[in-house]
């Protein structure tokens, strides 16, 4: 059997542990910070040659606290979310199926404030009180947006919509310089 003798010298020759040819990554969770060009290394607390990743609070700011200012692209609505997501679980200590709808709710606020307002920069907050969030973005256009009617087949203009079903309330205060247009969601009781 020439075909056997072939396969067992080829085996012979092979190294007794070959290279892997890919390393397997573990599959990281939704609701993770994803790594960003905007996510910087600082020295840890301790002041050691180690190096950790900053999270998203400690390269923005604290939205819980004051209005944090990002850039007005569409990559900044990855920075709003994972800033939504630490709030909402890392500060708050809500679920992170909550924060969910936090972070949904962010995407939408954010992407119609660059898309349509053509700011250099928008403002995003966070609050709680009284059984209930807020989140607001601040920019300084006047215009008001748009509830409009959604089709299944429509590819856009579906932002508001999905504001108006998920947020138990929303809405916008005109400002003297712009706008602030905001959600709330009812927090849910734990039981």
Known sequence: MAGLEDIQQLHREQPAHPEPLAVRRP???LLRPLPSPAYRRFPTAQGDEGEREAGPIEVWGNPAVGEVRLPSRPESAGSARRLAEAVVVGHWG???RFAEHAVLLVS???GNAVRHTGARTF???MSRRRGRIRIEVRDPSRALPCLMPVRDMDTSGRGLFLI????DRWGV?????GKCTWVELKVPERG
């Open 94 to 96: 809500m679920s992170p």
């Open 123 to 125: 403002g995003l907050r």
């Open 164 to 167: 108006d079903q998920v947020a």
């Open 173 to 177: 205060d005109l400002l003297p310089r």
């Open 27 to 29: 599959r990281r969770s």
């Open 108 to 110: 939408e606020l954010v």
